[in-house]
């Protein structure tokens, strides 16, 4: 028989003890909440749905490569600031209708 | 293979009272940090569920994550004497007639507390877990025979702290 056979064959009543109490500590402490889903972690928060984001974005891509040449030929006026602001808006996918209404 | 949510829930239920004693001991009875760590530790569970291999026991892969993320938490603190003193701190409600036992649970506490780390690891799961020795050898990526000598010596330890105390 090796050593630490001995050895715990000698403290039985040391160990059944220790047991006993690590025993009751486990059952005396509640256990945490535990918040669980099966849904995978989501990368980002939607709030629109996604094929309604990518109409927006191909739309905004449209407008403003068709719109400059379109009706405003001069890039630095203040009309153009308002497409590229509205084409960023809708690239972010944050529509801002009234503003795209007013310069189609 | 990934565990479904209703089966982790019951893993919980079974096994995080026995993650969250052992947490508690091995922190010198911090009972905040023991519950921070346990809930910590299902959440990275399930979030790792797909490299859980059923073929293996449950707690083998528990205990061996809550035992890396306790040497992270001792690295964080710099020192495990810290828990060491607050095992010696810890004074439990006492009740008259328990008086006896409380006193004689207390002692074992402080003795358990003394151990190095890497004995009380070693001790913890062996003697109140009941891990085998091949499974004690995986969670702390150590030989067999390496528990065994801290077995040895942690129970040596424990036995004589007993001992000069009682006869105090």
Known sequence: ?104 | MRLSADTFRTLYLEHGPRAQGFFLRMTGYDRELARDLTQDLFMRLWSARGSYDEGRPFSTWMFAIAYNMLKNEYRRRMTVMEYVENADKEEPVIETDHLEQEQRDQMLRSAIGRLPEQQKVVFLLRYEEELPLSEIARVCNIPEGTVKSRLFSALTAVRDYCKNNENQ
Request: hydrophobic residues 40%; proline residues 6%.
């Open chain 1, 1 to 104: 028989m090796d050593k630490l056979k001995e050895l715990e064959k000698e403290s039985q009543e040391l160990l059944t003890s220790i047991k006993s109490m690590a025993d009751k500590e486990n059952l005396e402490m509640p256990l945490p909440e535990l918040d669980i889903t099966e849904n995978e972690p989501q990368l980002f928060r939607r709030r629109i749905p996604s094929w309604v984001a990518v109409a927006a974005m191909i739309a905004g891509i449209v407008i403003g490569f068709a719109m400059p040449k379109l009706g405003n030929s001069d890039p630095d006026t203040k009309t153009s600031f308002n497409y590229a602001d509205t084409c960023r808006s809708i690239a972010d996918g944050d529509v801002n209708f009234a503003l795209l209404v007013t310069h189609l």
